[in-house]
């Protein structure tokens, strides 16, 4: 496959929910893409999708909100989660983004940057820094993803 194909084909990957950058690398470097490079372009392609995300649940939560049961039934959800935030306020926006960054800095599948903006849109953070939370994640995300595909932490004994 070319090169730069399977680049395009791993940032798709990169972008799609639940696969992310953990299946747009590997897929990038097994089909002859450098893995610093599909690093990069995966990385970015899958941050690009934090504002996507936010609009999308804004758009789509604006729509939903005109239908009585999911007006009823989410506000009622917001409602409690938000009022437990509260309790915990002082702690809550500093402890509450460093978790955000580590759980999209997990490398398994639904741990990535659509669920991290969904966490961040429901729990409202502020959202420039849930971007770099979730960017930071991200980052991290792909560069444990790419040391595994690389074999690098084979290589020091952390994988067998």
Do not use: D
């Not at 939560?61 to 506000?75: C, E, G, I, T, V």
């Not at 402890?95 to 997990?106: D, K, N, Q, S």
């Not at 953070?125 to 939370?133: R, T």
Request: with cysteine; glycine share 8%.
């Amino acid at each position: 496959m070319n090169p730069l194909l399977a680049l395009v084909l791993g940032m798709l990957l990169s972008i799609s929910p639940i696969i992310e950058l953990r299946g747009g690398i590997p897929f990038a470097v097994a089909h002859g893409v450098n893995p610093l490079t599909a690093f990069i372009f995966c990385s970015l392609a899958n941050i690009i999708v934090i504002p996507i995300a936010f609009l999308f649940l804004n758009y789509l939560h604006h729509h939903l909100l005109k239908f009585n049961f999911y007006s009823r039934s989410f506000n009622v959800f917001l409602k409690k989660l938000r009022k437990r935030k509260e309790k915990v306020k002082k702690n809550y926006q500093i402890y509450g983004i460093i978790a955000l960054t580590l759980f999209v800095a997990i490398p398994l599948p639904i741990t990535g940057a659509w669920t991290g903006s969904l966490i961040a849109w429901l729990l409202n953070f502020k959202k420039g820094k849930s971007f770099l939370a979730i960017s930071l994640g991200v980052i991290i995300a792909g560069i444990i993803v790419t040391l595994i595909v690389t074999g690098i932490l084979t290589a020091l004994g952390f994988l067998i």
